[in-house]
């Protein structure tokens, strides 16, 4: 790796809140010295960011060797996209919260200039999500493989009818149901779809698998929690009078047909996501779900209110004032020089 610092900027394509932040996110890298890299098609829509080196998908996926960090701007779909770039590399992700609740997200936007810094200083640790892989048997022959990093579900093809099959753990048979589907999940999964499926909340330093069936038609349909070493498969049953189809993440979808079977294991490549926030999950979950501790009898509470009368959030006009700054600094330095 070269001497200088690399850190590819990532953002959601179409929110004008996530491509403000982005522009000033790219100031401030490079007024410190760090060397922003953008995607292709954010560069058309991303205000002043002519000056930024931009690689298309193949190009930034060539340059992860060179990549420290990879910097997202979205929701957990966008975080999703970033970990489909680097998935099979070293190459940490950090999200900052421009979506809705943003499990996978690290910081929220009104932190945006603070976040930047610690990426600048590096205050930043690493840890590791396990990850799913998969396999598509047919007639005996795997025919697809693929992994996630929240989860994969097996769904019904057809609206109007209910997905018969067979759930499996380790070899063995557990039940029989008609649903409209099941989801195999890890831990960074459990608040996503498997929680909509009414799983468990699984702390993400757990390790573990998780299952859930999707409104199953049956007296057992509780949802598991298995060995991380466990193999789970599903297998869609020839009676069907239709296929199903298999999701991994919500964004590569394969057909399976009927009498097909999924197996699920732990995957060999996990995702990392890097930290700047060193407060226990259980704040995240409090505060991304909104639950109410009122009556606790610890310390304070530490959430803040973002806002102001006028309904723009404070962020906004503080990313708008570092990145002001920063140029206006730059500026300096070209008149002094």
Not at 7 to 35: N, T, W
Not at 75 to 95: C, F, N, Q, S, Y
Not at 280 to 292: G, M, S, W, Y
Not at 319 to 332: F, N, P, Q
Request: with cysteine; hydrophobic share 45%; net charge negative.
């Amino acid at each position: 790796m070269s001497g200088v610092r690399t850190v590819l900027v990532l953002s959601h394509p179409v929110r004008p809140e996530a491509l403000e932040a982005s522009a000033a996110v790219l100031v401030m890298l490079q007024d410190a010295g760090v060397r922003p890299l953008l995607l292709t098609i954010a560069g058309t829509v991303i205000p002043g960011c002519e000056g930024v080196e931009q690689v298309s998908d193949e190009g930034a996926r060539a340059a992860l060797p060179e990549v420290e960090l990879v910097v997202v701007l979205g929701g957990d779909g966008t975080v999703l996209r970033a970990a489909e770039l680097v998935h099979g590399t070293d190459v940490p992700l950090l999200g900052i919260n421009l979506g809705h609740v943003g499990f996978l997200a690290e910081t929220e936007p009104e932190d945006l200039a603070m976040t930047v810094q610690q990426v600048v200083d590096r205050q930043y640790t690493v840890e590791e999500r396990l990850t799913l892989q998969t396999e598509l048997v047919v007639d005996g022959e795997v025919v697809d493989r693929g992994w996630a990093l929240n989860e994969v579900s097996v769904e019904k093809g057809s609206r109007e009818r209910m997905l018969e099959l067979v759930v499996e753990v380790d070899g063995r048979p557990v039940s029989t149901f008609g649903c409209d589907g099941v989801v195999m999940a890890t831990p960074t999964g459990s608040t996503a779809y498997a929680f909509s499926a009414g799983g468990p909340v699984v702390w993400p330093s757990v390790e573990a698998l998780l299952l859930a069936p999707i409104s199953a038609h049956a007296l057992f349909a509780r949802p598991l929690v298995v060995s991380p070493s466990s193999v789970m498969a599903v297998e869609v049953l020839d009676r069907n009078t239709s296929d199903g189809i298999m999701w991994c993440d919500g964004r590569r979808a394969v057909a399976v047909p009927r009498g097909a079977r999924i197996e699920v294991t732990r995957g060999e490549a996990p995702v990392r996501l890097a930290r700047v926030d060193s407060g226990p999950f259980t704040d995240r979950l409090v505060a991304k779900f909104r639950l109410p501790v009122g009556g606790w009898r610890g310390a304070e509470d530490g959430a803040r209110a973002d806002g102001r009368a006028d309904g723009r959030p404070q962020w906004v006009d503080d990313a708008a004032a570092a990145a002001s700054a920063s140029r206006e600094m730059r500026s300096r330095r070209r008149e002094d020089g």
